[in-house]
């Protein structure tokens, strides 16, 4: 079963489901994929959706926004409580504590981050919403320039983020302070099988233009990150699963392993896997959907799809708006396509709702990153065609 809901349903998920006659919960923004994509969704009421869901179907999801609906109606209060365990930072923390005894973390109220002083916090940690989304809110601190910076840009952006997301996708009044964790990020579409065995879909890295960013800007996959990873990822899944205890079950997990292969969680995002639909970068990528291994209980067969794909990047990039963006009256898309040797895919047109411009899938040779070094530190203003007012509002479009 999947549920399909706000911000956006790729019309490669909305395929995906309608071609199998995949049961997906009857929601307004499943009605409207229905009809702005031209298919026929196997759509099923809230009660029979909750039939499935206690039956052990399983269930995938595409946002967040569908956890309003599975924790008061689905009826199945283990999936609820597992899903609640990796959406609350905190508790997340809490359970896996004992196999990170060096990792420090303590909750805060809003109103202590305002008014805790940097010189009392920990050394370099970062700070983010207990319960959060899409890198919103989270702050790097190293220094008391940055903690002033990270106070006022929460007091700022507080308004905007209740407005764009529900309470339980990104609630800023509880936040968590931890450790900074160094090394290599990756970000990982994983699910758990009926036996709890993790079966890794994908594995992107990301990178970042310095040590204090983090920003969502540059994803990518390749046939030697997947070698490499893969095994060693697999069975680090399966060692904090013991006291995850999670089966059945999709997550997007980001994490960052060290110099010596020590990993550390960041988090587990629940039922889902790389948000804004962008999980579908392993179509591009590895002619396969991530949500289908998820639903069909199927593992890739990595030995066959790796070879002929060796020595090239497939690429997410996200295109988040600079800070003090002006109102936006055109982003030239083709600008900036024209600054990659091959462009595989392109999502446009979320500016008049969202923090970013849309979303760009590349194939970049991995001996050659000068195009993907430069989009980093690239505030993408040059392609912003600004007006005095910010135009009407739109739905995103999705295209070339």
């Given at each position: 079963?999947?549920?399909?809901?706000?911000?956006?349903?790729?019309?490669?998920?909305?395929?995906?489901?309608?071609?199998?006659?995949?049961?997906?919960?009857?929601?307004?923004?499943?009605?409207?994929?229905?009809?702005?994509?031209?298919?026929?969704?196997?759509?099923?009421?809230?009660?029979?959706?909750?039939?499935?869901?206690?039956?052990?179907?399983?269930?995938?999801?595409?946002?967040?926004?569908?956890?309003?609906?599975?924790?008061?109606?689905?009826?199945n209060?283990?999936?609820?409580?597992?899903?609640?365990?990796?959406?609350?930072?905190?508790?997340?923390?809490?359970?896996?504590?004992?196999?990170?005894?060096?990792?420090?973390?303590?909750?805060?109220?809003?109103?202590?981050?305002?008014?805790?002083?940097?010189?009392?916090?920990?050394?370099?940690?970062?700070?983010?919403?207990?319960?959060?989304?899409?890198?919103?809110?989270v702050?790097?601190?190293?220094?008391?320039?940055?903690?002033?910076?990270?106070?006022?840009?929460?007091?700022?952006?507080?308004?905007?983020?209740?407005?764009?997301y529900?309470?339980?996708?990104?609630?800023?009044?509880?936040?968590?302070?931890?450790?900074?964790?160094?090394?290599?990020?990756?970000?990982?579409?994983?699910?758990?099988?009926?036996?709890?065995?993790?079966?890794?879909?994908?594995?992107?890295?990301?990178?970042?233009?310095?040590?204090?960013?983090?920003?969502?800007?540059?994803?990518?996959?390749?046939?030697?990150?997947?070698?490499?990873?893969?095994?060693?990822?697999?069975?680090?899944?399966?060692?904090?699963?013991?006291?995850l205890?999670?089966?059945?079950?999709?997550?997007?997990?980001?994490?960052?392993?060290?110099?010596?292969?020590?990993?550390?969680?960041?988090?587990?995002?629940?039922?889902?896997?790389?948000g804004?639909?962008?999980?579908?970068i392993?179509?591009?990528?590895?002619?396969?959907?991530?949500?289908?291994?998820?639903?069909?209980?199927?593992?890739?067969?990595?030995?066959?799809?790796?070879?002929?794909?060796?020595?090239r990047?497939?690429?997410?990039?996200?295109?988040?708006?600079?800070?003090?963006?002006?109102?936006?009256?055109?982003?030239?898309?083709?600008?900036?396509?024209?600054?990659?040797?091959?462009?595989?895919?392109?999502?446009?047109?979320?500016?008049?709702?969202?923090?970013?411009?849309?979303?760009?899938?590349?194939?970049?040779?991995?001996?050659?990153?000068?195009?993907?070094?430069?989009?980093?530190?690239?505030?993408?203003?040059?392609?912003?065609?600004?007006e005095?007012?910010?135009?009407?509002?739109?739905?995103?479009?999705?295209?070339?």
């Amino acid at each position: 079963m999947i549920i399909l809901e706000d911000p956006y349903v790729s019309p490669e998920l909305a395929s995906f489901a309608a071609g199998r006659q995949e049961a997906v919960l009857d929601t307004p923004a499943a009605r409207q994929a229905g009809l702005d994509y031209g298919l026929d969704l196997a759509l099923v009421s809230s009660r029979d959706a909750a039939r499935l869901c206690c039956r052990g179907e399983r269930l995938y999801c595409n946002s967040e926004n569908a956890l309003d609906w599975l924790y008061s109606r689905s009826g199945n209060a283990g999936l609820v409580r597992s899903t609640e365990l990796l959406k609350n930072k905190l508790l997340f923390r809490q359970r896996l504590a004992p196999l990170f005894p060096d990792f420090h973390f303590r909750e805060l109220g809003l109103r202590d981050v305002m008014e805790t002083h940097f010189d009392s916090l920990p050394g370099p940690c970062v700070l983010k919403p207990a319960v959060g989304f899409f890198s919103l809110g989270v702050y790097s601190i190293e220094d008391a320039q940055q903690w002033r910076a990270a106070r006022d840009d929460i007091a700022a952006g507080a308004v905007r983020w209740r407005r764009e997301y529900p309470a339980a996708v990104l609630d800023n009044q509880v936040w968590l302070l931890e450790s900074l964790i160094r090394g290599t990020e990756y970000a990982v579409d994983v699910y758990f099988d009926h036996q709890g065995k993790a079966v890794i879909c994908n594995i992107l890295q990301h990178d970042f233009a310095c040590a204090a960013d983090v920003s969502d800007r540059l994803y990518y996959t390749s046939a030697d990150i997947i070698r490499r990873m893969a095994g060693p990822l697999e069975a680090w899944f399966d060692r904090l699963n013991e006291r995850l205890g999670l089966h059945d079950y999709p997550a997007h997990v980001e994490l960052r392993c060290d110099d010596q292969g020590r990993m550390v969680p960041i988090e587990f995002n629940p039922l889902r896997f790389a948000g804004w639909c962008c999980t579908d970068i392993s179509l591009y990528a590895w002619g396969f959907a991530t949500y289908g291994c998820y639903l069909d209980d199927a593992r890739p067969d990595w030995d066959s799809i790796l070879p002929g794909r060796e020595d090239r990047l497939y690429t997410l990039i996200v295109l988040n708006k600079p800070a003090h963006c002006p109102p936006v009256r055109r982003f030239d898309y083709d600008a900036l396509c024209a600054r990659f040797r091959k462009v595989l895919h392109v999502r446009k047109g979320f500016y008049d709702h969202y923090s970013h411009f849309g979303f760009l899938f590349t194939e970049t040779p991995a001996h050659d990153r000068a195009e993907l070094d430069a989009i980093v530190r690239n505030d993408l203003l040059e392609f912003v065609i600004p007006e005095e007012s910010a135009p009407a509002a739109g739905k995103p479009q999705d295209g070339r």
